[in-house]
């Protein structure tokens, strides 16, 4: 079958913009997950990301995650926002609430589903510190263990230059 080009030049353009924009589209996605946590942080997490640091320890009995501002001489106001913020999330998560991180990160984010079910297995608490603040999960719980520790592989992960482990 002959078919003239002239029927199949906007079939090979539609299908030429198509692959164009699928392929950006993939390299978009595949580069900005933690581009995206951080420009989206904002919506979440009334601090500068940019000039704070997320720790993440791991525990045998759960882990502490840590919120702090960089640097040696910590902005006052950065340390307050901080340690509202997460004051909130501490209260927050032991209600089973993880909406906010389930906000930025995602639903679907490791870990995330356990702890919320298993919220009221864990003893979560909030602690203030010079330079910022931290939460710490503890639990008997060894399937509660696991999430939290996925959860805060995601996070590490995700916040990428923002968080390390400690």
């Given at each position: ?55 993440f ?8 995650q ?35 991180p ?51 592989g995601?996070?590490?992960?995700e ?8």
């Open positions: 079958m002959n078919i003239p080009a002239t029927f199949l030049r906007p079939f090979l353009a539609g299908r030429l913009v198509a692959a164009i924009v699928l392929a950006f589209s993939a390299s978009a996605w595949a580069q900005t997950v933690q581009e995206h946590v951080h420009a989206h942080g904002g919506q979440v997490m009334p601090f500068d990301v940019a000039k704070t640091l997320h720790i320890r791991m525990t045998e009995d759960g882990g502490t840590k919120v702090v501002v960089r640097g040696d001489a910590p902005e006052p106001e950065q340390v307050r926002l901080i340690q509202q913020h997460l004051e909130t999330e501490a209260a927050e998560f032991q209600k089973g609430n993880f909406g906010d389930a906000h930025l990160h995602g639903p679907a984010m490791p870990g995330l589903r356990e702890m919320e079910a298993g919220a009221a297995r864990m003893e979560i608490t909030y602690r203030a510190l010079p330079n910022g603040a931290e939460i710490q999960f503890r639990t008997k719980d060894l399937k509660l263990v696991t999430a939290v520790h996925r959860w805060f995601a996070q590490l992960s916040h990428g230059a923002d968080a390390r482990a400690e």
